[in-house]
């Protein structure tokens, strides 16, 4: 984390008594704030309670925000200083949180010119782990994080195909592939035999962590390999393209290369799991080829039109339930704190502190939370939208919800009864939702042509 080196301005009289008095960062929970006069730039300080409070916390993060876009150095870097003495890299949950916000602060500080004293001495650069095969299917399976979505969507496809000779399946997948092996061990074990497997996975060019450490090609040898030991036949091709244009590329060389065949009885499934939201969802103007009217649409509108021209056989999303498409920085660095603390404080469930994983896991965190706060325009790809949205937007394009069988929801039981109690699972008309001590996490829904 970065180092605070220089000496106090003078401007933060009123903020050295509460450095002074959290320099021991064990105790800063136990530390009052003093009420005597209020803080440069604050209506009031009453409401600010307990300065490690996490509500506090996330008032200084929302009136720090404030200072640097309007420019306010010497208010910014007042609470930048209490900020770095209140929330160290290796404190609790919470303080890990606000130290992450912290500084992806800074770094946005630093790309817009304010508080150039405290960016001096900042690493601006964020390692994030490339993993092994075996290295990210056992960082998966450590939280429902993920297993949650592949085991829901492997229940709903696994019975929208049932009787089909050939399994088409399009994968827009965050996790490089790891939700294909458990799916080929239940096609695998079909009575009437396995089908073939055609797998199109989209080779997104973005670099998204987390990271893999081999090639698509040697990745699409590997799940061949594995494919082959279970009797299952599978072709495998990736499609390079980016989700800055809806990945039309996938699309269009869908078309183009006529991989897509139902004529042949082929099921269509498109897989998409934690990848729609880097979709820009801002509108576009988009000529119409045989008139010369233009239309306006996002390119999550165009992306989901372009799935319905393909009539699939069924289209699972499964995603992370939160919102952080606001233009307005305050209303995002919100939006994120009070999602962002869940995979904080499951962490301290099952990884020890120091343990390598938990380094990979957590920088994967303040990746998300660097990109929400710090980046603007093209570079901001983190723009999580509620399921709501996504509903809305699936019935926009005549999809109908599908919904999950009793049986895949007691394998997404199962599956959550191996984690931590803290875990949950709630239906939500017919789509499933994973909690964390009853907060929302993740959704996944299930979708056919009309």
């Given at each position: 984390m970065m180092q605070f080196?220089?000496?106090l301005p003078p401007q933060v009289s009123p903020f050295s008594s509460l450095i002074l008095m959290n320099k021991n960062r064990t105790s800063t929970n136990n530390n009052q704030i003093q009420h005597a006069r209020p803080w440069p730039g604050f209506h009031t300080s009453k409401n600010l309670g307990n300065i490690g409070d996490t509500n506090c916390m996330e008032q200084l993060l929302v009136h720090c925000a404030n200072a640097i876009e309007s420019n306010d150095a010497t208010l910014a870097q007042q609470i930048l200083w209490v900020l770095n003495n209140i929330a160290p890299p290796d404190g609790d949950s919470n303080q890990r949180l606000t130290c992450g916000f912290l500084r992806a602060l800074i770094i946005r500080a630093a790309k817009i010119g304010t508080c150039k004293l405290l960016t001096a001495n900042l690493n601006h650069s964020m390692e994030t782990h490339k993993f092994s095969?075996?290295?990210?299917?056992s960082f998966v399976d450590l939280t429902p994080w993920h297993r949650f979505g592949f085991t829901a969507a492997n229940g709903a496809i696994l019975e929208a195909v049932e009787g089909y000779s050939i399994i088409h399946i399009v994968d827009f997948s965050l996790t490089h592939c790891m939700q294909i092996p458990t799916l080929i061990d239940a096609i695998s074990t079909r009575v009437e035999g396995p089908p073939l497997v055609?797998?199109?996975?989209a080779g997104a060019t973005e670099d998204l962590p987390p990271m893999?450490?081999?090639?698509?090609?040697?990745?699409?040898a590997k799940l061949v390999n594995f494919a082959r030991s279970r009797n299952v036949m599978m072709e495998f091709r990736v499609i390079p393209s980016s989700s800055s244009d809806g990945f039309s590329n996938v699309i269009e060389q869908l078309r183009v290369q006529n991989l897509i065949r139902p004529e042949n009885g082929e099921a269509l499934v498109i897989n998409c799991h934690m990848m729609l939201h880097y979709i820009p969802e801002e509108t576009t103007v988009v000529p119409n080829r045989f008139t010369s009217e233009c239309t306006t649409n996002s390119f999550r509108t165009m992306f989901l039109k372009a799935i319905r021209n393909l009539d699939p056989t069924i289209v699972v999303l499964v995603d992370e339930d939160a919102d952080f498409t606001s233009n307005n920085l305050v209303c995002r660095l919100r939006s994120a704190f009070n999602y962002l603390w869940i995979p904080y404080d499951t962490v301290d469930t099952f990884l020890p502190r120091g343990s390598k994983q938990r380094q990979w896991y957590e920088a994967d965190i303040c990746w998300k939370i660097e990109n929400v706060i710090a980046q603007e325009g093209l570079q901001r790809l983190e723009r999580l939208e509620p399921k709501s949205q996504w509903v809305q937007r699936m019935?926009?394009?005549n999809f109908r919800n599908s919904g999950f069988s009793e049986e895949g929801v007691t394998e997404v039981k199962n599956m959550l009864d191996e984690h931590a109690a803290g875990w949950g699972?709630?239906?939500?008309?017919?789509?499933?939702?994973?909690?964390?001590k009853g907060h929302n996490v993740v959704f996944a829904t299930a979708w056919v042509s009309l």
């Open positions: 080196t220089e000496s095969i075996i290295e990210l299917a055609k797998l199109t996975v893999l450490d081999l090639s698509y090609e040697e990745l699409g019935r926009n394009e699972l709630k239906r939500d008309d017919e789509d499933l939702v994973l909690t964390w």
